[in-house]
């Protein structure tokens, strides 16, 4: 009797240590909004956005969602972050063999026409970069805190309150808002189906979205929104991977 009072007592001990054990706590913001690999499309998104805080080509998106240009989303949709899977086709029956006909079949009409050679698709000319700010830059590509990002996506460029961020380049502001976590007040550009370019940070934003820009226009007010110092972070996109400015700015004489 008293050793089935013992083995009682123990177990409720152990019973006791397990209830305490807290659940681990999952927080994905992304999962929150649309399910684990979907995103809810929110105020103020566009397909660009989008596209830009997941690290995925415009186009691509469009794809997997079956969105056509000119890529209009609704508030409350939601869109897939991954390649839809294939259904699988199952293979034919086995059965008899197939012999083939002892003469050869004749060629449909369309078929024996010949067909034009495939014209070569147009490579995109390349984007034309001037510097979007003046100032030192202080972070380079791949280097530096970046809001709890993995390195640097742009470049950050120190300034002073008021100076004014221009276009880097001539296009078409694709997204202007504050809703990219570590970005602050952010604009987007796009300059043609390979580049997009990003400018951060801003006090102040000058320009609509869906405005046609010129390069060297004046897009936006540097400031602090989203970080610490007046500075623009300029980023690069091509093909929706973030590439090194620098690579494309012309050189700096000093």
């Known amino acids: 009797m008293r050793r089935a009072l013992l083995v009682g007592c123990m177990l409720a001990l152990l019973a006791g240590c397990v209830a305490r054990i807290p659940a681990p706590i999952h927080n994905d913001g992304m999962a929150l909004a649309g399910g684990r690999?979907?995103?809810?499309?929110?105020?103020?998104?566009?397909?660009?956005?989008?596209a830009f805080e997941t690290g995925h080509d415009y186009r691509t998106l469009a794809r997997?969602?079956?969105i056509p240009a000119p890529y209009r989303i609704e508030v409350g949709e939601r869109l897939r972050l991954s390649a839809p899977r294939r259904a699988r086709v199952a293979p034919p029956p086995a059965g008899r063999p197939v012999r083939p006909p002892s003469r050869p079949l004749s060629m449909p009409l369309a078929?024996?026409?010949?067909s034009r050679p495939a014209q070569p698709r147009m490579r995109?000319?390349?984007?034309?970069?001037?510097?979007?700010?003046?100032?030192?830059?202080?972070?380079?590509?791949?280097?530096?805190?970046?809001?709890?990002?993995p390195g640097n996506r742009g470049i950050d460029i120190l300034g002073r309150p008021g100076e004014p961020v221009r276009a880097a380049a001539a296009g078409r502001v694709v997204y202007r808002g504050s809703r990219l976590p570590g970005y602050g007040k952010l604009?987007?550009?796009?300059?043609n189906n390979e580049y997009l370019s990003a400018y951060a940070h801003n006090?102040?934003?000058?320009?609509?979205?869906?405005?046609?820009?010129?390069?060297?226009?004046v897009i936006a007010i540097m400031g602090d929104s989203g970080t610490n110092r007046v500075e623009l972070?300029?980023?690069?996109?091509?093909?929706?991977?973030?590439v090194n400015p620098l690579r494309y700015l012309p050189v700096r004489h000093h």
Request: no cysteine; glycine share 12%; aromatic share 10%.
């Open 37 to 50: 690999g979907y995103y809810r499309v929110l105020p103020g998104d566009t397909l660009y956005s989008i």
């Open 64 to 66: 997997w969602n079956h």
């Open 111 to 114: 078929q024996r026409v010949p």
């Open 124 to 149: 995109v000319s390349a984007v034309r970069w001037i510097w979007p700010a003046r100032g030192v830059v202080k972070e380079t590509f791949g280097r530096g805190p970046l809001s709890g990002r």
């Open 187 to 191: 604009i987007i550009i796009k300059e």
């Open 203 to 217: 006090a102040r934003i000058k320009v609509e979205e869906g405005a046609m820009v010129r390069q060297g226009e």
């Open 233 to 242: 972070e300029f980023e690069i996109r091509r093909r929706g991977i973030p």
